[in-house]
């Protein structure tokens, strides 16, 4: 198995073929044409949710599959839209349930809203990104978590925003080694945690991204190896606690145990 940052590189350098591949899948051919063929004649958040084919690709498309069941939630969810400060997507912390709302904006643009960008041609491509992502992580959960944090970091504005998104909480919680026990602490007490580690404004800077990336596949690959593989060099650890590990150590690390790049 190679190593998670090789993985990562062969899919960010060959972009095009990738999404060319993702995008002839039978599966995803299919889905994608009906999907297209149909999502601008519904008219109302009623056929919407009714319509399992068009809704669940809706909703995988903006990182929801996992809520597809929820369908009275959902469809409180686009009643109430985004304009106001008190509606449902603007109070939920998980940032996904406002994207999904503006994306589909029922509650602004009534029976034009399947027709936007946002719920037709921008709906496609995250789905093909996200299959991507999917298919990714059924061989490497670090790949998907990486492609996910590249594809998300720019538009983080604030320590919740990272706190907020499973996801990326799973990114930093291992790229800086923060126990998941961590996340019972209050809000208040997390947040000033992680931001000892990571400056927010730090994610506008794609080599400051593309540097994170690399520390989380390096401890991405170190936390989940098998002890076989661990063993060779966990005598390389065997300094005080105070002795840090830079991410160079722990990147030439991954090469070894991975037989290099």
Do not use: C
């Amino acid at each position: 198995m190679i190593s998670t940052m090789t993985r990562y590189q062969m899919l960010q350098t060959n972009t095009a073929l990738t999404k060319t591949i993702t995008q002839n899948d039978a599966m995803v051919k299919r889905d994608t044409e009906y999907y297209l063929a149909n999502i601008s004649k519904v008219k109302t958040i009623d056929d919407f949710v009714k319509d399992y084919r068009l809704f669940s690709y809706a909703m995988k498309a903006y990182g929801l599959d996992d809520m597809i069941y929820a369908k009275a939630f959902m469809k409180k969810l686009l009643t109430e839209g985004v304009k106001s400060t008190t509606s449902m997507a603007n109070k939920l912390v998980d940032p996904r349930y406002k994207e999904f709302a503006k994306a589909f904006d029922f509650a602004a643009k009534g029976d034009k809203a399947t027709s936007a960008a946002s719920a037709t041609t921008e709906a496609v491509s995250n789905y093909y990104q996200q299959t991507l992502e999917a298919k990714e992580g059924e061989q490497n959960e670090g790949v998907r978590l990486a492609l996910y944090f590249k594809r998300k970091a720019s538009g983080v504005t604030s320590t919740m925003g990272l706190l907020a998104d499973k996801r990326l909480l799973k990114f930093m919680q291992t790229t800086f080694n923060i126990p998941t026990e961590a996340s019972k602490a209050s809000i208040d007490l997390q947040v000033r945690n992680l931001e000892k580690h990571i400056n927010v404004k730090d994610l506008q800077d794609p080599k400051k991204v593309d540097k994170l990336i690399q520390r989380f596949s390096a401890m991405w690959d170190m936390n989940n190896s098998t002890l076989e593989e661990v063993a060779p060099v966990l005598t390389l650890f065997s300094e005080p606690t105070d002795v840090g590990i830079s991410v160079d150590l722990m990147m030439s690390i991954t090469k070894l145990r991975r037989g290099g790049f």
